[in-house]
């Protein structure tokens, strides 16, 4: 299993994923609310993991530039459908991953990830690269699942059994303590991690961490 036979997961399931609801709605409400609080009308900002757009959708519309991608050509594919439907000059898709995107003259002063670190193999290592892609003072926003916090049960047995058979995508397991110690020994500052969830605690902490 590798990057490649990620993709391929994902671009299997993106037309599925599309349809899906939103488990909390109102803990994404929030999620959104308190991202848009922390950017600026002058921002250049990167989003990894996007899926099928829907949260770029959401938060383009007031940023100078965001740069929104996913490792799958068809979830890009869905989210330019949709950004058809609805243009948003700021907004561009792109297929990548935090690793394929080479620093330009100018940094990102955002990086957003969205349920995307726990789908990361290497996880010192992209948070080493969005480090580099960011600019001094900027800002890394992320919401993942801490798999290790989750029912033993579904960790050890069921998520297996399930990548084992194609049904699940790789998941990297860590507890919130310590990607907190991931993020802190890539160069951030954490500044919050919150709970946005509405529905008990669904071991996703929402973390802001600031570049040193």
């Known amino acids: 299993m590798n990057t ?7 671009d299997r399931a993106s037309r599925n994923y ?4 939103i488990a909390d709605q109102a803990a994404y409400e929030r999620t959104l609310d308190r991202t848009r609080a922390l950017l600026n009308a002058d921002d250049k900002v990167l989003e990894l993991g996007c899926g099928t757009g829907t949260t770029a959708l959401k938060l383009a519309g ?3 530039e965001y740069l929104a991608t996913d490792i799958s ?4 594919a869905i989210a330019n459908e949709r950004y058809a439907d609805k243009p948003i000059p700021a907004l561009a898709f792109q297929v990548a991953t935090t690793e394929t995107i080479a620093p330009g003259p100018e940094q990102f002063n955002a990086i957003l990830g969205f349920n995307y670190l726990h789908l990361v193999r290497d996880l010192p290592g992209t948070l080493h690269h969005i480090h580099g892609l960011l600019a001094k003072g900027g800002l890394f926003i992320s919401k993942t699942p801490c798999v290790g916090e989750m029912n033993p049960l579904i960790r050890l047995a069921l998520l297996p059994a399930m990548r084992a058979i194609g049904k699940a995508p790789y998941a990297g ?5 310590e990607l ?19 529905k008990g605690d669904d071991k996703r902490p929402y973390i802001v961490a600031r570049k040193s």
């Open 4 to 10: 490649a036979s990620d993709a391929r997961f994902w």
């Open 18 to 21: 599309a349809k899906g609801a």
């Open 180 to 198: 907190a110690q991931h993020i802190s020994a890539r160069g951030f500052d954490i500044l919050a991690t919150e709970n946005h969830a509405t």
């Open 73 to 76: 050509t068809e979830m890009i």
């Open 173 to 177: 397991v860590f507890r919130r303590s």
């Open 62 to 64: 007031g940023v100078r």
